[in-house]
């Protein structure tokens, strides 16, 4: 309600927003109101006395509906159609003989005529969903009315060309029944899903085979697109258009893929030629679907998947004559080169852009279906190339039937190639420019190959098209120039591998390779990762050049570690002149090194020698600053070349193992407290002292003679007094620790003899008399104990 009028005149714009709001307040009431109303008009009108609220008595508690009221009554409806179509059915199938023809024509007739029009008056008292269902029923009944007169009357004609034309038939009535009563919903789609049956019906009636069938499944599509985009007024219903549409769509892709189907199997031109018209005709419909939605509306992924699906059947249409008259390599280049004009669709400025959205991803697809299978008999050809690794220089070329059909594929690459890079100049994105590239590459690398051509031209060609490859990686920025960087790589590997099969090819393309690869490392102008991918390569080829050197004099393979330790003691040498490249060729002759310690594994004097060159170059690369964490590679290097070559001598004594490390080690730890006093003493001399005392004192505990412990506690003896000395924590605790262990080892068998003299009952009162002093003087024990550590602590 309003508000009543304020006591006081309010001013006149207070009074204005003050009425707006009461106003606004009331249309809301209003419309409230008029909802509720139409909603209870709708309600079926309840016997009289029964009308409540949710079905409740007034006065009495609101209880919640386990359905609400159209539910139920669509539920009841349901079966009670259900249950009509059932007993319509059992009298048809069971009861029908027992009437004669005048009986049965006035049942048919009556029932069908009460059921298609009893709709008609429950529209107009407003029973929409009882009307559906009737309707539904009488729409059965004119099927089970096909059937009867079929039974009576044409029981010898053909039955499929009977169901094509009862379908028309009906699907005909069904329609002008919908145009009747425009208040259903249901008989309108039910005649279009009807109207898809009796053109495909009739053409397997007449036996008109696969491709008839293909046309009369491509007839009806067409039907379909036109109701879809012709009919305005229809369109607007989605109870018309979808299912039209879905139609459309499944028909059309059912003569698609009976026309691809029959052009597949087709063994000539003249057999190909009536599925290559099929396709063509859906090629038709699918661009010209395309481009009628695209100028009705605007670009729909249904119009572009109609374009997509016109192109592939153009490119199919096309090519199906010329196939059967070409091998299969070249029949897939003839259908990478009818497709290239769809992806020529991206710069037609005169087509919609769904339909040209469409061509090109049909042609895309059809070019990455050839250019994948073309690519994987040219990737096979190079990987039979690794059989030469089982017959190293044995020169045995297999024949150019071993690498695959022919330069068919090489061809269907590079017109691919060609079409990427077109696409590179057209599109602003990188992705055309990488596959350009590597299909580039491939196609050009296998096409001597795969033509057969002497192993010389072969290896010429191929060396050419890699360092091609290095050149574009070297001086083309972004995604092109790595995509060229890995097929260089991948060039240079693969032809390294073809070169194993004779003594010369491998100097030849190892040298040519090397020198490539370290020119590639030293151009400045090149991305870092490229240059440091090449330096790598330039340290492999070189130790791969040492190594063949090696096999070709004839050593064995455990001498090939000298010539291989060559390759790190140059980097090593050319180091401050690599720059940036510096680490990863570093890197790599690291790696060659550890292989080069690793060949003469069995043989220790051999070992031993590479161990102590291998020192060497280490301790050589250690002497500039930048790289002094080398010295301590070098001093394993060192000790190991000596423990390997006193192990191979049958020396069995720990200490000539553990000397010279702990000579070494003690001679770093006095030079590193002479430059800085703070040092530990642990991290100066503790090392080096443990190496020599621990392994000495766990001898001196199994060795039966005198002349070990005596040396090693006078070793520990020393070692004590000069920590005490020089207050130095370290020696002072290790050598007082292997003091005190020897001085044990020694008295150990009299302490025994003298226990073993001793009464049974003396230890364990001498064990109590000593438990007691100590615990009388236990706090005078505890403040020694404290000074000690205290004093310990102050040491270095």
Partial sequence: MASPPPSMPLPPAQELALIDRELAQLDARRLYLLARRDWLLRLPVPAAGAWAPNGSVPGSPARPQEASAPGAQNVLLTLGAVLLAVAALAFTLVSWGSLGVAGRSAVLAVVTAAALGAPALLLRRGLRSTAEAVASVGLLLTVLDAYAVYAVAGAGADAAAYAAGAAAVLAALWAGYALLLPGLVVPLPVAVLTAQLPLPVAAVASAAGPVGVGWALLATAALDAALVLTAPGVRARASVCGPAAVSAAVLGAGALLSGLAESAQAGSAAAAAG?????????????????????????????????????????????????????????????????????????????????????????????????LSALLPAVGSLGFRTGVLGEVWAATTPPREAYGPGPAAAVTLLVAAGAAGWLARVLPRPEPGVIAVVLGWAGLFTAPLLSGLPVAAVLAVQLAVTAAAGVCALRVAGGPGYAAAVCAVVGALNLSVAALDGRTATFAVFGLLGAGCAAGAAYRSAALPVRAGAAVLAVGYAAATAAALAALWGLA????????????????????????VRIPAEAAAAAVGAAALLLPVGEPARAALVCALAGVVCAGAAVRAERRGLGWAAGVLFVAATWIRLSASGVGVPEAYTLPVTVPALAVGFLRRHRDAGASSWTAYGPGLAATLLPSLIAAWGDPHWLRPLLLGVAALAVTLLGAHRRLQAPLLLGGGVLAAVALHELAPYVVQVVDALPRWLPPALA?????????????????????????????
């Fill in 557 to 580: 393979v455990s001498w090939w570690a000298l010539p291989l330790l060559t390759v790190p003691a140059a980097v090593a040498a050319l180091g401050p002149h690599l720059g940036r």
């Fill in 768 to 796: 109590g008399l000593l438990l007691l002093a100590v615990g009388a003087t236990y706090e005078k024990r505890l403040r020694d104990a404290r000074r000690l550590r205290a004093a310990v602590r102050r040491l270095r």
């Fill in 275 to 371: 599925p290559a018209l099929l396709l063509a005709g859906c090629a038709a419909l699918g661009v010209g679907v395309a481009w009628r939605e695209s100028s009705a509306t605007a670009a729909t992924a249904a119009a572009t998947a109609a374009a997509v699906a016109g192109g592939l059947a153009a490119v199919a249409a096309a090519g199906g004559p010329v196939r059967p008259g070409l091998s299969r390599e070249w029949a897939v280049a003839v259908f990478l080169l009818l497709a290239l004009p769809l992806l020529a669709a991206v710069r037609a400025t005169g087509l919609p852009a769904a339909v040209r959205r469409g061509l090109a991803r049909a042609g895309a697809g059809v070019a990455a279906v050839a250019t």
